[in-house]
């Protein structure tokens, strides 16, 4: 008894589709600007929720990405790390069904770019929102402890 299961062939809209678009930081025009802290929030939360909220990933890559100089010095030239020879740019990565993948990336790029346009402190509201988390945060934790 030879039976073919017949089944349908997958819709275009099921294939997964892998993009990544790059995005320059302007830290050479702005030097003085904290792009990497404004990016990335109190504990990375910001970036965190960009990534949860459009499904893509998110990575700050380039000369500058590495907090401590010394470090990013050090891992330059290595396997893995040939980003550091590069600007200080953000890649942002999307693996989604194809029908949505186009739309994702542009939600997670027009967010990226509203963040790095430089705003004097005294009207950023942003990084007003982004103190008040932290001070949330370090209140919570001197409670938890002992």
């Given at each position: 008894?030879?039976?073919e299961?017949?089944?349908?062939?997958?819709?275009?809209?099921?294939?997964?589709?892998?993009?990544?678009?790059?995005?320059?930081?302007?830290?050479?025009?702005f030097?003085?600007?904290?792009?990497?802290?404004?990016?990335?929030?109190?504990?990375?939360?910001?970036?965190?929720?960009?990534?949860?909220?459009?499904?893509?990933?998110?990575?700050?890559?380039?000369?500058?990405?590495?907090?401590?100089?010394?470090?990013?010095?050090?891992?330059?030239?290595?396997?893995?790390?040939?980003?550091?020879?590069?600007?200080?740019?953000?890649?942002?990565?999307?693996?989604?069904?194809?029908?949505?993948?186009?739309?994702?990336?542009?939600?997670?790029?027009?967010?990226?770019?509203?963040?790095?346009?430089?705003?004097?402190?005294?009207?950023?509201?942003?990084?007003?929102q982004?103190?008040?988390?932290?001070?949330?945060?370090?209140?919570?934790?001197?409670?938890?402890?002992?």
């Amino acid at each position: 008894m030879n039976m073919e299961w017949q089944t349908t062939p997958p819709s275009p809209s099921s294939y997964t589709v892998k993009k990544i678009l790059r995005l320059d930081i302007p830290a050479d025009t702005f030097p003085n600007f904290n792009f990497v802290g404004r990016l990335l929030g109190p504990r990375g939360n910001s970036l965190k929720r960009v990534e949860a909220s459009t499904g893509c990933r998110v990575y700050i890559r380039g000369k500058g990405s590495i907090k401590d100089p010394d470090k990013e010095e050090s891992l330059r030239g290595r396997p893995g790390y040939e980003h550091l020879n590069d600007p200080l740019h953000v890649l942002i990565e999307a693996e989604l069904p194809a029908n949505i993948v186009d739309i994702r990336l542009r939600q997670a790029q027009d967010i990226i770019e509203e963040l790095l346009k430089p705003v004097d402190e005294s009207h950023d509201f942003y990084k007003r929102q982004q103190l008040r988390e932290l001070a949330m945060l370090n209140s919570n934790l001197r409670e938890e402890s002992p």
